[in-house]
């Protein structure tokens, strides 16, 4: 499985962005689709998930901010992330899961400026 991040950019405090995740293949809908991001000198951490039944979990820090979502037909998960804030600045992931199966993608950089 591939997948491809995109949708990253530089964005002013209180902006938004969307981020969308695309994977290969046909079987996409059984997946459980995570969003993560990455700051420079931190861990990675999740911020966002959405299971193959469409139900989702944030990280407390982006509830009421962020929304996932997914598209089944086009094999693609989605990031709207709405009111950004500078410590949202990451490298932002998409990861699959199936099973004890685990894909990461290419990351893609949000960076919000103050």
């Known amino acids: 499985v591939q997948l491809q991040a995109c949708g990253g950019g530089l964005v002013q405090a209180g902006g938004s962005l969307r981020l969308s995740c695309i994977t290969s293949?046909?079987?996409?809908?059984?997946?459980?689709m995570y969003w993560y991001r990455q700051a420079p000198g931190k861990q990675r951490d999740l911020v966002a998930g959405?299971?193959?039944?469409?139900?989702?979990n944030y990280a407390d820090s982006v509830k009421g901010r962020f929304t996932i979502s997914r598209d089944n037909a086009k094999s693609s998960v989605y990031l709207q992330m709405n009111s950004l804030k500078p410590e949202d600045t990451a490298v932002y992931y998409c990861?699959?899961?199936?099973?004890?199966?685990?894909?990461w993608g290419q990351g893609t950089l949000v960076t919000v400026s103050s």
């Open positions: 959405i299971t193959s039944t469409g139900r989702t």
């Open positions: 293949g046909n079987i996409f809908s059984i997946y459980d």
């Open positions: 990861k699959a899961i199936l099973g004890v199966r685990h894909y």
